[in-house]
């Protein structure tokens, strides 16, 4: 018997992004000129936390040719403007492609005038009253209604495409703090939830058995940090391989599907199961971690930054095994694994990254041998004595 429903492809979670990005907004509804001065109104207070993008339209009605090296042919040409960089493209950017670019952008803002988002701020003025109608189709999801300096009342169409309408916030176009403490409350809401991932799906070699099974408080160390991350994760996972799925009880877990890449497969697959939310990774081979490590790495979490992460006090690296990790870091690390690269250290390095001193540097203290073990069980055992 042949199943008529064949699926050809794995089904995975897709990421909740819109056209360009998590956080879109259309405007329309103004003049070209009034959507860019309100976009930069937005971002120059927004881009203090932010990372902020602009996406609109060329409104030249002259032939202009193609820049730099474009002209002769390049299909790409990357310039160092000192200031800034610069990239020009000489092809269409595709839906896909596009993503790729705003991959790490926090807020972008758009011309509605020329292209669709996911949200939409609608702009009540006179003047383009024709225009805006014809764009009613385009408003799925309207946000705030702003209303320019010849309006007064939403326009009769615009209340009956919204019936919603009036619980929206409705303010005048000029009412600047009003309109940008609205996004950053937009901002704050779509904040991603945290989730902890304790790593102990390790082979332990070095250590010759399973590290995140000592008792180093009294319990598995992997279940004593799983209870650890209560008090800052919505959600906890036990990262484990395949062939431990019977070893774990009492807790969530979540199985590598990215194998044989160690650390950097789990932070994947963790990724690959909830692309939306920032996932708090850490080691059960750290036995001095304490709450106060925890507590302070979380209130310093910078989501507009790809990881959060401590600076290691042996070597000046981050440490990335205790880390946050937004959820702009999936395309980021899968792009180093396209690469040819697997360590979430590199990542770190190589990336956007917020890097914090540990308020205890010790807490940071990983065990890989029996050497490290005895060495640790000797300093626990002394700081019991000492109380």
């Known amino acids: 018997m042949t199943s008529k429903e064949h699926k050809k492809h794995t089904a995975l979670v897709k990421p909740s992004i819109g056209n360009y990005g998590r956080n879109e907004w259309a405007i329309v509804g103004a003049p070209c000129t009034v959507i860019k001065l309100l976009a930069d109104e937005v971002i120059k207070t927004l ?13 030249t009605d002259d032939i202009v040719l193609p820049p730099g090296r474009l002209a002769a042919g390049a299909n790409m040409e990357y310039t160092d403007q000192i200031d800034y960089r ?20 926090d807020v972008v803002l758009i011309n509605g005038n020329h292209h669709k988002a996911a949200a939409q701020i609608v702009v009540i003025d006179e003047n383009k009253r024709a225009s805006l109608k014809k764009r009613v189709a385009e408003l799925t999801n309207v946000k705030m209604i702003l209303l320019a300096a010849n309006s007064t009342e939403v326009f009769d169409f615009i209340q009956e495409a919204i019936p919603y309408w009036k619980n929206l916030p409705i303010y005048s176009l000029d009412e600047t703090g009003k ?3 609205f996004f950053e409350r937009q901002m704050q809401e779509a904040k991603p939830k945290l989730n902890g991932l304790v790593l102990a799906g390790g082979q332990s070699l070095r250590m010759g058995f399973d590290k995140g099974s000592v008792k180093w408080h009294g319990r598995e160390q992997r279940y004593h940090v799983a209870d650890m991350l209560k008090s800052y994760c919505k959600d906890i996972f036990i990262s484990i391989r395949s062939e431990q799925k019977d070893d ?6 979540l199985e590598d599907t990215f194998t044989g890449l160690g650390p950097y497969g789990a932070i994947l ?16 081979d750290l036995p001095l971690l304490d709450d106060g490590t925890l507590q302070y790495l979380s209130a310093n979490r910078n989501t507009a930054s790809v990881a959060t992460a401590f600076n290691s006090a042996f070597d000046g690296f981050p440490e990335p095994l205790i880390t946050i990790w937004e959820p702009k870091s999936y395309p980021v690390l899968l792009s180093f694994l396209a690469q040819g690269y697997s360590c979430p250290r590199k990542v770190l390095i190589n990336s956007d990254t917020t890097l914090l001193n540990a308020p205890n540097p010790d807490t940071l203290t990983n065990v890989n041998t ?3 073990l005895d060495n640790i069980k000797r300093r ?8």
Not at 87 to 105: H, P, T, V, W, Y
């Open 86 to 105: 610069q990239i020009n493209f000489a092809g269409q950017l595709n839906s896909f492609e596009m993503k790729q670019q705003l991959a790490q952008a």
């Open 179 to 181: 309109i940008i403490a």
């Open 269 to 284: 697959s963790a990724f690959r199961a909830q692309p939306d939310a920032a996932w708090l990774v850490v080691a059960s």
């Open 47 to 59: 881009s203090t936390n932010y990372k902020c993008a602009y996406i609109d339209t060329t409104h």
């Open 370 to 372: 029996p050497d490290e």
């Open 248 to 253: 774990i009880y009492g807790y969530q877990t």
């Open 380 to 387: 626990l055992h002394q700081q019991i004595a000492a109380e």
